[in-house]
């Protein structure tokens, strides 16, 4: 069964610092995401890409955070500027409108900004 | 704004069926969905429904949808101690929309 992958596993990196999160979403989907669940709260949607560019970004999503599909393979969250409460599990997702309705998870990679 | 809310926890003995509750907010929603989340994992699908829709059943899994009061549960019959997990409701405007998702229940399963 095809499915989302995430890597690293787990990130650990010291406040201020840059980060890059890589998914590979499921090879013919269009639709990718990213979301994130900071330790015991909900899991919060972050942004939607679509066609090359943003279709829709929470308000968590501020100019800290950027994505990019570089390759037409990975699709990549980058923090550019790491705070202390950005630690948290991020998952990707994918997703394609073939009658499934299933946004693919991604097993996620939980970040620790210390 | 969009919110869904569902208890924290459910204690169940084996071999009991497990009823999850969630009610949510936004009208709108077209898709409602739970999902499942075992230790160290991601989030799976279980199962959705469609607005439009009452009741969905699915192997052991029964969805029942009150759209007037806006009110989701999830019954898991025979449960067992695979069940044990986070399960989140959660619920979208499209299929492709952004997925809004609930605090999650944690389900235990005793002997």
């Known amino acids: 069964e095809p499915e989302v992958t995430q890597t690293p596993s787990h990130q650990v990196t010291q406040m201020g610092q840059e980060v890059i999160l890589r998914c590979v979403p499921i090879?013919?989907?269009?639709?990718f995401y990213w979301y994130r669940q900071i330790l015991g709260q909900k899991v919060e949607f972050l942004v939607s890409?679509?066609?090359?560019?943003?279709?829709?970004k929470s308000e968590i999503f501020d100019d800290q955070f950027s994505v990019e599909r570089p390759d037409g393979s990975n699709f990549t969250l980058k923090i550019r500027s790491t705070k202390l409460e950005d630690s948290a599990m991020y998952f990707c997702?994918?997703?394609?409108?073939?009658?499934?309705?299933?946004?693919?998870f991604g097993p996620g990679t939980r970040l620790t900004v210390t | 704004g969009e919110d869904v809310e569902q208890s924290l926890f459910l204690s169940v003995r084996e071999g009991d069926s497990s009823v999850i509750n969630c009610t949510y907010t936004?009208?709108?929603?077209?898709?409602l969905y739970w999902y499942k989340q075992e230790p160290g994992a991601g989030l799976q699908l279980l199962t959705y429904?469609?607005?439009?829709?009452d009741m969905k059943q699915d192997q052991r899994l029964t969805v029942l949808l009150n759209k007037k009061d806006k009110h989701l549960s999830l019954r898991i019959a025979d449960t067992q101690t695979g069940d044990s997990a986070i399960y989140f409701c959660?619920?979208?405007?499209?299929?492709?929309?952004?997925?809004?998702f609930g605090s999650g229940t944690r389900l235990s399963i005793r002997p």
């Open positions: 997702a994918s997703f394609t409108p073939d009658g499934t309705y299933e946004q693919y």
């Open positions: 090879s013919n989907h269009l639709y």
């Open positions: 890409f679509y066609n090359n560019e943003i279709s829709e």
């Open positions: 936004d009208s709108s929603s077209t898709y």
């Open positions: 429904i469609f607005s439009n829709m």
């Open positions: 959660a619920e979208g405007g499209s299929s492709a929309s952004k997925i809004i």
